[in-house]
């Protein structure tokens, strides 16, 4: 694979702040001229420059354009009373990358720049989270522009929040946890004083009674300590029960480094296939066993389908033996009706008339039986779904109803009917009416 030829940028703020429209009109060309390929732009102020005659400009002199955040007073996000002015601003960063074709807003997206403090532990955990939380709704908002988040790190005499890269994988790693193991119950958002967080599965609240915000004392390495609960994820691979927690954290607790399993995320423009290959390329990586969600989650169907093979074919002789017997049904009822449809024959009603007539009340009865069957095998699949699975296997699992299947079955099902009742009609009505309401003489 060809590597891409490297690019220069360069940020406005070597020559100017703010970088207005005015400025911009004589800057960009200089830059271009100097043989920059990428021009960053500091938005220090919304509306600081005309977006559209930037655009413009940056394509006329061939430059590509790298959006940075200025998080300033007033925009902290660690900061109650400005973390909402913060986060319009970012969306605003966000909004103007899009129409720039910047691929990133990069910046310190945390505190205002300037800013120190001390924190303690607690503190620390408290404002990660906290910041987690919000990156986390800014990110599905720049994932809907096309545009990527870059958490900038800065010196100490800048912020005492990030300064060490370890310190921002640490921030990613709390978002890239949630969707790990995607939570099923409110997430518990930790406050100053609470313990460090763990996360339960379905099992240990129905078998333990805990949940988001309850706190738990864990037995490690001969010492009890204490946790707090911060919310409750879906594991159908232990019916007895999880509980996770920060693998740094247990490390530091107990010095157990052991690994048994892991999850990687792909970086942009890697297939599965190089990441598994360059695996397998590491020392005893060959010994390893590894798959995608995919191929995971169909072998998991593979033995689930063949473990209810039985109940599928036990299913589907059930609807056999339900058509059948609407069949028989609508049959002998239309021919017990003979001398019935014989008089409306008498009366003058033609045997087309009669056949939609008969049609009809079949396609009518069919509907009203699927209906039926629709309703109670939906009340019992509410019982199997939420009652019993929950208490014989303490997991939950989503409800998905087949609406193409049960579809194709009403539709088959009014269809035979109706075929039914207009069989059944042919054969009443093949004797004259008068020899059909003989006995009525």
């Keep these: 694979m060809a590597s891409r ?30 043989g920059f390929d990428v021009i960053e732009l500091p938005i220090e102020e919304v509306g600081q420059f005309d977006v559209a005659r930037v655009d413009e400009l940056a394509r006329a002199h061939g430059l590509a354009v790298s959006i940075c955040a200025v998080i300033g007073p007033g925009r902290d996000l660690l900061l109650p009373d400005e973390a909402e002015r913060g986060v319009a601003y970012l969306r605003s960063c966000i909004e103007v990358a899009q129409a ?43 994932a809907d522009h096309g545009v990527v988040l870059g958490v900038e790190t800065l010196n100490r005499f800048e912020t005492s929040f990030l300064n060490r890269t370890a310190q921002a ?37 129905d078998l333990h009674g805990f949940g988001p915000g309850s706190r738990i004392d864990l037995p490690l390495d001969g010492k009890t300590h204490a946790f707090v609960v911060a919310g409750v994820f879906r594991d159908y691979a232990r019916q007895h029960g999880a509980i996770l927690m920060d693998r740094a954290r247990y490390i530091e607790l107990t ?12 970086a942009r423009g890697a297939t599965v296939a190089q990441a598994m290959e360059a695996i397998r390329a590491l020392p ?10 995919g191929e995971i989650r169909a072998t998991s169907l593979e033995i689930f389908d063949r473990s209810f093979a039985v109940t599928y074919a036990m299913e589907a002789v059930a609807v056999l033996v339900g058509l059948f017997g609407l069949s028989s049904s609508l049959g002998a009822m239309v021919l017990g009706r003979r001398r019935e449809l014989g008089m409306l024959r008498h009366l003058g009603l033609t045997r087309r008339q009669v056949g939609a007539m008969l049609a009809a009340e079949g396609g009518l009865l069919a509907i009203l039986g699927a209906a039926a069957g629709l309703a109670a095998g939906g009340a019992i699949s509410l019982v199997l779904v939420y009652v019993v699975n929950r208490q014989s296997f303490n997991w939950s699992i989503g409800l998905h109803v087949p609406w193409a299947l049960l579809g194709v079955i009403t539709a088959v099902l009014f269809v035979l009917a109706v075929l039914t009742a207009l069989l059944s009609a042919r054969e009443a009505m093949g004797m004259g009416p008068v020899r059909a309401v003989r006995e009525d003489w």
């Design 5 to 34: 030829p490297m690019q220069l940028g360069v940020s406005t703020w070597v020559w100017t702040s703010p970088a207005t429209t005015q400025v911009l009109e004589t800057l960009l060309p200089h830059i271009a001229s100097l």
């Design 100 to 142: 720039l074709g910047s691929p990133a807003v990069a910046g310190p997206f945390y505190s205002a720049v300037g800013r120190c403090w001390r924190a303690g532990p607690d503190e620390r955990e408290r404002d990660l989270d906290q910041v987690a939380r919000t990156l986390r709704s800014l990110g599905g908002y720049a």
């Design 169 to 205: 994988l640490d921030l990613i790693a709390r978002e890239r946890a949630e969707s790990a193991f995607p939570l099923v119950e409110g997430r518990y958002w930790r406050r100053l004083g609470d313990p460090p967080p763990v996360w339960i599965s379905e099992a240990v609240v």
């Design 255 to 266: 010095g157990d480094q052991r690994v048994s399993d892991a999850s990687l995320w792909l």
């Design 284 to 293: 005893g990586g060959a010994q390893l066993d590894i798959g995608e969600p």
